[in-house]
T-cell receptor, first 117, second 114 residues
Framework: AQKVTQAQTEISVVEKEDVTLDCVYE???????LFWYKQPPSGELVFLIR??????QNEISGRYSWNFQKSTSSFNFTITASQVVDSAVYFC??????????????FGTGTLLAVQP | EAQVTQNPRYLITVTGKKLTVTCSQN?????MSWYRQDPGLGLRQIYY???????DKGDVPEGYKVSRKEKRNFPLILESPSPNQTSLYFC?????????????FGPGTRLTVL
């Protein structure tokens, strides 16, 4: 089965707190891609990161960091020193290799992050 | 500016009244697809197209049609909309159909079927 699980439906933090959004995936493919998207209240999808299955290095971009662990099939996202502008729904997604076809994205159900001032 | 556009952005309609949501990309992408977003379900793929005149079903194709007569356009057609098709719809495109290619999303179309 190809599946993405975001067990945290909603998270509420106070500004400047660190917060980690969990993502667990299932796939039978050895080559795949993982993504995080942000959906602010305005509704558009904002691409945050893409990681391929061969690259397990953690990545940091400003206040954002991602921890990819193949052994636990997880691709967690941490926001350091959260800000009100981080309030959004965050989606984790999987793009299985499917032998190179379809480029289908399998999304998790999303985590609503509310950052209180 | 490279982009995916959708029209309309908001639509309220009634059951059974045929409608079309347009999607256009200016990046000469081969692959295009439609997703719907529903609360608690995330985004699910409706249809996709690997290239002109090549379309196939995604996970939730019932009640929808698509066509790909030109490379840049991929309209989503609801022949007889029903209230369970009330949703937020996203069009996406990528250079090719392999998982390697990043998908670019349109701004979304919020559809309400009464």
């Amino acid at each position: 089965a190809q599946k993405v699980t975001q067990a945290q439906t909603e998270i509420s933090v106070v500004e400047k707190e660190d917060v980690t959004l969990d993502c667990v995936y299932e796939t039978r493919d050895t080559t795949y891609y993982l993504f995080w998207y942000k959906q602010p209240p305005s509704g558009e999808l904002v691409f945050l990161i893409r990681r391929n299955s061969f690259d397990e290095q953690n990545e940091i971009s400003g206040r954002y960091s991602w921890n990819f662990q193949k052994s636990t099939s997880s691709f967690n996202f941490t926001i350091t020193a959260s800000q009100v502008v981080d309030s959004a729904v965050y989606f984790c997604a999987l793009s299985p290799n499917y032998g190179g076809a379809t480029n289908k994205l399998i999304f998790g159900t999303g985590t609503l992050l509310a950052v209180q001032p | 500016e490279a982009q995916v556009t959708q029209n309309p952005r908001y639509l309220i309609t009634v059951t059974g009244k045929k409608l079309t949501v347009t999607c256009s990309q200016n990046m000469n992408h081969e692959y295009m697809s439609w997703y719907r977003q529903d609360p608690g379900l995330g985004l699910r793929q409706i249809y996709y197209s690997m290239n002109v005149e090549v379309t196939d079903k995604g996970d939730v194709p019932e009640g929808y049609k698509v066509s790909r007569k030109e490379k840049r356009n991929f309209p989503l057609i609801l022949e007889s909309p029903s209230p369970n098709q009330t949703s937020l719809y996203f069009c996406a495109s990528s250079l090719q159909g392999s998982a390697y290619n990043e998908q670019f999303f349109g701004p979304g179309t919020r559809l309400t079927v009464l």
